[in-house]
C-alpha cells in the first residue's frame, strides 16, 4: 500500500474509487501502480480540475447543459484527460473511469472486470451496456471539444 501524494490525478491514472479503511477514503489506480488518498473521490476530482481553472461541478453543469447526459463523464484537461462515471457521482459504488484503452469482462449479475495493459483488473458494479455507453459518451464530448477549439483557432 503506497501512502498519500501530491496530484494523484493525472495522465496515468486509470480510476478512482471509494475506499475505507482507518486511514484512507479513495483508491486511485494508476499505470505506475495503486496509490490511496485520504481525500474522497469527489474531492480529488475536484481538485483535479482546479489545477485546470474550473472546478468539478463547473465541468459537470457545462457538459449536462450542452449533452443533456444525467451522470456526465467529464474532461479534467482539455483533450488530454477526462473520465467517466459508472453511478451517481455521491454513490459510494461509483468508480470514475479514466480515459485509457480498456476490455470488459461480464460477469452477470451487473458486475464486470475492467482489465487495463499491465494493471489489475478492476470490478465495477454496472454492466457492459453502460460501462460501453458512458465510454463512448466521454469520447463524444472529448471529440466535441476539440472540433470546437478547432474551429475556434482558425
Known amino acids: 500500500m503506497i501512502k498519500e501524494q501530491n496530484n494523484l490525478i493525472d495522465h496515468q491514472t486509470l ?3 471509494a ?3 482507518e486511514d484512507f477514503r479513495t483508491k486511485i489506480t494508476k499505470t505506475t501502480g495503486t496509490f490511496y488518498s485520504e481525500q474522497t473521490p469527489v474531492k480529488l476530482l475536484d481538485e483535479a480540475c482546479l489545477n485546470y481553472a ?9 457538459v449536462m447543459k450542452i449533452f443533456k447526459y444525467y451522470k456526465p463523464p467529464i ?3 482539455p483533450f488530454s484527460l477526462s473520465f467517466f462515471p459508472t453511478a451517481s457521482y ?8 479514466f480515459n485509457h484503452p480498456f476490455e470488459i469482462t461480464e ?3 451487473g458486475i464486470c472486470g475492467l482489465s487495463f495493459y499491465n494493471s489489475p483488473e478492476i470490478l465495477v458494479n454496472v454492466t457492459r451496456h453502460i460501462l460501453t455507453q458512458q465510454h463512448l459518451r466521454m469520447h463524444m464530448i472529448i471529440n466535441h471539444f476539440k472540433e470546437l477549439h478547432k474551429n475556434t483557432v482558425n
Open 15 to 17: 480510476a478512482i474509487e
Open 19 to 21: 475506499f475505507s479503511s
Open 54 to 62: 474550473s472546478t468539478l461541478e463547473g465541468r459537470k453543469q457545462a
Open 75 to 77: 474532461i479534467i484537461a
Open 90 to 97: 455521491n454513490n459510494y459504488k461509483c468508480v470514475f473511469i
Open 107 to 109: 460477469y452477470g449479475n
